[in-house]
């Protein structure tokens, strides 16, 4: 017997849209905070960083460190930032964490060289953050093998390296330039969507309850559903802004390729976002006041951060944090976010990612329902 | 259609274990100013919520304007008007803004001339446009009044409407629901004022979930049996601290240069009383009980049986 009447949904959204003009703050969080969050994250986050600084202590002053320098520099992940003459002040540079890298070439480098001695080269490096190191690493393998081709010309060429007897082709697709904000980018929509959305629709839930106004409202003939529905109802629109803002910003600034189609996207996002709202609803019916809900708010939010792979690689999570970060909308949303624009995925390939989310949203809306029959009574 | 708008009977409400409605009856006649009374906490918001529909009985049934309580709830939702007792409109809406939208809920034709009608009656014309969260007490009462009258409700339930009001604006409020009695709509109203609960025309008293009394305000005052004297005198105080633990001796209240002194058997009053009539410092007097004589010795008395 669910009566629905469009008049009286309509006046709770508009007295919403009411409200939401007149609370600014409110207002100007919405669109704010996916602009700051876009610009500390699109320009501050590099999961690839370059030019860290590298000390080298040269005991042997030869063409050969020249060249071994030359190339640190040039591959783009080292800068040279000082020449030591001591094994202590490598010591002391590292453990100040004022060098990242420390290059030891040893005296009579060159001599072995020459007599193809096989000498060893010294790299110390800070691994307290393996991410920062492990890329520059991962260079050092491809370009030392091959770094002194140049110089061992003559009766020395033998010397040379010879090449493998396979060759591996690597091509890193979608993303060639391994560009941190093509991934963060993308990824930065589901996460706003999921902080705004639950946050806000919690809260206003709660605060109508909290100031007495629902029982006011639930007085006169204004079914729950209608109350629900129109309350929400801004907030998909605030929804929209904010996805349009970052496809913007996305477009114009970062240069994130779209390959796939917009109107997917919209549409895959107003399933996202209702499952968003739908946990607001669900925790404003538990919380008894804003700062519960607010807290509770943070509860889902931040395991979504952290285990839906924005944060970190999804892949590189034990399989319980995996099994947790699946459950979750915002994994999902940001595989078909990423899948759209810079893979041009298509509805078949969205389809695996989508279901998933919209289980959790019809799970979450039944229990928020069981819930919000309680809460009347 | 029988004249009664409100007829309930084995009304019960249950909060977990704790019973916060026992076996409540209530038979309300069309235009009566119905007045509801008890201590905190007695139940009086929760037996006007089962009555609008807001709450569901755990027992009981009844009929309120015709309608079933228990299954009618949204035929009657759309003829009462039910005020909070706290101010529950939209503090950052506007005046007018907060009235319309309760007409759009109750879905009502010729919206703008009601609600510039409303707004004029009320005298608020010009502050249409204000916040109604930046109106003094006194005129966001008018203004919940006015809300919910505005859908022409058959029967008002007002949760302790004039709570922190000034007694101009009291007198006013009062004034516009014995007007609203006249033309037929019927009001069941709480309060803790006595002065209000002598302007009802019928009452009823409720402690702790049950229904202890109900009449007219003579009605009830009648049936109190209470027998109270008056004294004047010097140095009330000393008196009052003597006469408090006599027995026979249930109140000793003062009331400015007067004391109050009440019980209900009548033979161990007088013998209490004895000694301390005979004393010319004092002037004695049999007076008639006052409603909140009767009703503080109500509440004295169902507290002692709830123990």
């Given at each position: 017997?669910?009566?629905?009447?469009?008049?009286?949904?309509?006046?709770?959204v508009?007295?919403?849209?009411i409200?939401?003009?007149?609370?600014r703050?409110?207002?100007?969080?919405?669109?704010?905070?996916?602009?700051?969050?876009?610009?500390?994250?699109?320009?501050?986050?590099?999961?690839?960083?370059?030019?860290?600084p590298?000390?080298?202590?040269?005991?042997?002053?030869?063409?050969?460190s020249?060249?071994l320098?030359?190339?640190?520099?040039?591959?783009?992940?080292?800068?040279?930032?000082?020449?030591?003459?001591?094994?202590t002040?490598?010591?002391?540079?590292?453990?100040?964490?004022?060098?990242?890298?420390?290059l030891?070439?040893?005296i009579?480098?060159?001599?072995?060289?020459?007599?193809?001695?096989r000498?060893a080269?010294?790299?110390?490096?800070?691994a307290t953050?393996?991410?920062?190191?492990?890329?520059?690493?991962?260079?050092?393998n491809?370009?030392?093998?091959?770094?002194?081709?140049?110089?061992l010309v003559?009766?020395?060429?033998?010397?040379?390296?010879k090449?493998?007897?396979?060759?591996?082709?690597?091509?890193?697709?979608?993303?060639?330039?391994?560009?941190?904000q093509?991934?963060?980018?993308?990824g930065?929509?589901?996460?706003?969507?999921?902080?705004?959305?639950?946050?806000i629709?919690?809260?206003?839930?709660?605060?109508?309850?909290?100031?007495?106004?629902?029982?006011n409202?639930?007085?006169?003939?204004?079914?729950?559903?209608e109350?629900?529905?129109?309350?929400i109802?801004?907030?998909i629109?605030?929804?929209?802004?904010?996805?349009?803002?970052?496809?913007?910003?996305a477009?114009?600034?970062?240069?994130?390729?779209?390959?796939?189609?917009?109107g997917?996207?919209?549409?895959?996002?107003?399933?996202?976002?209702?499952a968003?709202l739908?946990?607001?609803?669900?925790?404003?019916?538990?919380?008894?006041?804003?700062?519960?809900a607010?807290?509770m708010a943070?509860?889902?939010?931040?395991?979504?951060?952290?285990?839906?792979?924005?944060?970190?690689?999804?892949?590189?999570?034990?399989?319980?944090?995996?099994?947790?970060?699946?459950?979750l909308p915002?994994?999902?949303?940001?595989r078909?976010?990423r899948?759209?624009?810079?893979?041009?995925?298509?509805?078949?390939?969205?389809?695996?990612?989508?279901?998933?989310?919209?289980?959790?949203?019809?799970?979450v809306?039944?229990l928020?329902?069981?819930r919000y029959?309680?809460?009347l009574? | 259609?029988?004249?009664?708008?409100?007829?309930?009977?084995?009304?019960?409400?249950f909060?977990?274990?704790?019973?916060?409605?026992?076996?409540?009856?209530?038979?309300?006649?069309?235009?009566?100013?119905?007045?509801?009374?008890?201590?905190?906490?007695s139940?009086?918001?929760t037996?006007?919520?089962?009555l609008?529909g807001l709450?569901?009985?755990?027992?009981?049934?009844?009929?309120?304007l015709?309608?079933?309580?228990?299954?009618q709830?949204?035929?009657i939702?759309?003829?009462?008007?039910y005020m909070?007792?706290?101010?529950?409109?939209?503090?950052?809406?506007t005046?007018?803004?907060n009235l319309d939208?309760?007409a759009?809920?109750?879905?009502?034709?010729?919206?703008?001339?009601?609600?510039t009608?409303?707004?004029?009656?009320l005298g608020?014309?010009?502050r249409?446009?204000?916040?109604a969260?930046?109106?003094?007490?006194?005129?966001?009462?008018?203004?919940?009044?006015?809300?919910?009258?505005?859908?022409e409700?058959?029967?008002?339930?007002?949760?302790?409407?004039?709570?922190?009001?000034?007694?101009?604006?009291?007198?006013?409020?009062?004034?516009?629901?014995?007007?609203?009695?006249?033309?037929?709509?019927?009001?069941?109203?709480?309060?803790?004022y006595?002065?209000?609960?002598?302007?009802?025309?019928?009452?009823?008293?409720i402690?702790?979930?049950?229904?202890?009394?109900?009449?007219?305000?003579?009605?009830?005052?009648n049936h109190?049996?209470?027998?109270?004297?008056?004294?004047k005198?010097?140095?009330?105080?000393?008196?009052q601290?003597?006469?408090?633990p006599l027995?026979g001796?249930?109140?000793?209240?003062?009331?400015?240069?007067v004391?109050?002194?009440?019980?209900?058997?009548?033979?161990?009053?007088?013998h209490?009383?004895?000694?301390?009539?005979?004393?010319n410092?004092?002037?004695?007097?049999?007076?008639?009980p006052?409603?909140?004589?009767?009703f503080?010795?109500?509440?004295?008395?169902s507290?002692?049986?709830?123990i």
């Amino acid at each position: 017997m669910i009566k629905f009447s469009i008049w009286r949904w309509w006046a709770i959204v508009t007295k919403e849209f009411i409200q939401m003009r007149r609370d600014r703050m409110s207002f100007a969080m919405m669109v704010g905070v996916p602009l700051m969050q876009l610009v500390l994250f699109g320009f501050a986050i590099n999961s690839d960083p370059k030019r860290l600084p590298t000390i080298v202590l040269a005991a042997d002053p030869s063409v050969f460190s020249r060249t071994l320098i030359q190339a640190l520099t040039n591959s783009g992940y080292f800068q040279i930032v000082k020449v030591v003459h001591h094994e202590t002040e490598i010591e002391h540079w590292l453990a100040l964490g004022q060098a990242q890298f420390a290059l030891t070439i040893p005296i009579d480098f060159s001599r072995q060289l020459v007599r193809g001695e096989r000498p060893a080269l010294l790299l110390e490096a800070d691994a307290t953050d393996p991410a920062a190191t492990s890329n520059a690493l991962g260079t050092l393998n491809v370009l030392i093998p091959t770094v002194f081709d140049r110089d061992l010309v003559g009766p020395l060429q033998h010397l040379r390296s010879k090449p493998a007897a396979v060759e591996l082709r690597v091509h890193r697709r979608y993303n060639p330039d391994g560009i941190s904000q093509y991934n963060i980018v993308p990824g930065l929509m589901g996460v706003v969507l999921t902080m705004t959305m639950v946050m806000i629709t919690a809260l206003a839930i709660t605060r109508e309850r909290e100031r007495g106004t629902m029982e006011n409202l639930l007085a006169t003939p204004a079914r729950p559903l209608e109350v629900m529905i129109g309350k929400i109802m801004p907030y998909i629109l605030i929804g929209y802004v904010q996805v349009t803002l970052i496809l913007i910003v996305a477009h114009f600034f970062f240069k994130v390729p779209m390959l796939g189609s917009l109107g997917l996207l919209y549409g895959i996002a107003l399933i996202f976002i209702a499952a968003n709202l739908a946990i607001g609803i669900t925790f404003s019916t538990i919380a008894k006041n804003q700062l519960q809900a607010m807290q509770m708010a943070f509860f889902f939010f931040l395991p979504s951060i952290l285990l839906s792979g924005f944060m970190f690689p999804f892949r590189g999570m034990p399989a319980w944090a995996q099994q947790i970060g699946e459950v979750l909308p915002l994994t999902h949303f940001s595989r078909l976010v990423r899948g759209i624009l810079l893979k041009g995925n298509g509805w078949e390939e969205s389809l695996p990612e989508l279901w998933p989310i919209v289980i959790f949203m019809v799970i979450v809306i039944i229990l928020g329902m069981l819930r919000y029959r309680e809460t009347l009574d | 259609m029988s004249n009664l708008v409100i007829s309930v009977h084995g009304l019960s409400k249950f909060f977990g274990k704790r019973c916060v409605v026992n076996q409540f009856a209530l038979q309300v006649e069309r235009g009566q100013i119905y007045g509801f009374l008890g201590p905190n906490g007695s139940g009086k918001t929760t037996t006007i919520r089962m009555l609008c529909g807001l709450l569901t009985p755990d027992a009981g049934e009844g009929q309120c304007l015709g309608y079933n309580i228990l299954t009618q709830s949204e035929e009657i939702k759309r003829q009462v008007g039910y005020m909070t007792q706290k101010f529950t409109l939209y503090e950052d809406l506007t005046i007018r803004e907060n009235l319309d939208f309760v007409a759009r809920i109750y879905g009502m034709s010729k919206r703008r001339q009601r609600v510039t009608d409303s707004l004029q009656q009320l005298g608020l014309m010009e502050r249409a446009h204000q916040l109604a969260g930046a109106l003094s007490g006194g005129w966001k009462q008018r203004l919940a009044l006015a809300a919910c009258l505005l859908h022409e409700p058959q029967l008002l339930l007002l949760d302790e409407p004039t709570a922190g009001v000034d007694p101009k604006a009291r007198r006013d409020f009062w004034g516009q629901i014995h007007q609203l009695s006249v033309q037929g709509i019927t009001t069941l109203v709480s309060t803790h004022y006595m002065d209000e609960a002598e302007r009802c025309h019928r009452l009823a008293y409720i402690a702790y979930g049950n229904l202890l009394v109900d009449g007219t305000v003579s009605e009830v005052i009648n049936h109190s049996n209470l027998i109270v004297w008056s004294v004047k005198g010097d140095k009330l105080w000393q008196l009052q601290q003597q006469l408090t633990p006599l027995p026979g001796i249930e109140q000793v209240v003062p009331f400015g240069n007067v004391l109050h002194i009440n019980g209900h058997q009548a033979e161990l009053l007088q013998h209490s009383l004895a000694p301390w009539q005979a004393d010319n410092r004092y002037e004695w007097q049999r007076s008639q009980p006052t409603l909140e004589d009767v009703f503080i010795s109500l509440m004295q008395q169902s507290q002692d049986n709830s123990i």
